[in-house]
């Protein structure tokens, strides 16, 4: 389920928890107050995975990587198309009164990215995480708006969730 790319899993725990306590960030827009403690624990835990992938990624600097120069190319054109898309998609939102559509607009960018990110890596897991996080971001408008949550809540909390989950797997792994 993860991958022979031995520097690759510390590093996928540093960038998905990093990303992880940007989600749960946004989901503290305006939840409910029962779910502020929980969020702001999943906010710090995954600011703390985020530096022992960190520190677990240069430790373990020289083992193997995904990462060639051909790899890296296409890496580099799949995250520019994301963060073009994500940022294009959320202009166009804000100009149509539509802000809180933005942050699912972003997850589900960012969910369908990480399935050409997966296989260019040949990390598995990242099909996962890829799935669900496009899954919290298509279930987030219908889920708030039948319990009467912020949509930033449900999203923030989804693909927070997801994220800080697998970091906390390739981080476990890495150990």
């Given at each position: 389920m993860l991958t022979e790319a031995v520097r690759d899993i510390p590093a996928t725990a540093a960038i998905f928890g990093f990303f992880a306590s940007v989600w749960l960030g946004w989901a503290q827009e305006s939840p409910p107050a029962t779910w502020r403690p929980w969020l702001l624990t999943g906010s710090v835990t995954a600011l703390l995975t985020m530096l022992a992938g960190a520190l677990l990624?240069?430790?373990?600097?020289?083992a193997t990587t995904a990462f060639d120069e051909d790899t890296?190319?296409?890496?580099g054109i799949v995250v520019g198309?994301?963060?073009i898309l994500a940022g294009a998609?959320?202009?166009?939102?804000?100009?149509?009164?539509?802000?809180?559509?933005?942050?699912?607009w972003i997850?589900?960018?960012v969910g369908l990215h990480l399935f050409p990110v997966a296989a260019?890596?040949?990390?598995?897991?990242i099909y996962l995480v890829g799935a669900l996080v496009t899954i919290a971001a298509l279930a987030a408008v219908p889920v708030a708006r039948s319990r009467s949550l912020p949509v930033s809540a449900v999203n923030g909390l989804g693909a927070g969730g997801v994220l800080l989950t697998a970091a906390l797997v390739c981080l476990l792994a890495a150990l």
């Open positions: 990624t240069w430790r373990d600097w020289d890296s190319k296409w890496f198309l994301e963060v998609g959320a202009v166009v939102l804000r100009f149509r009164g539509r802000r809180d559509m933005v942050p699912v997850a589900l960018v260019l890596l040949d990390f598995p897991l």
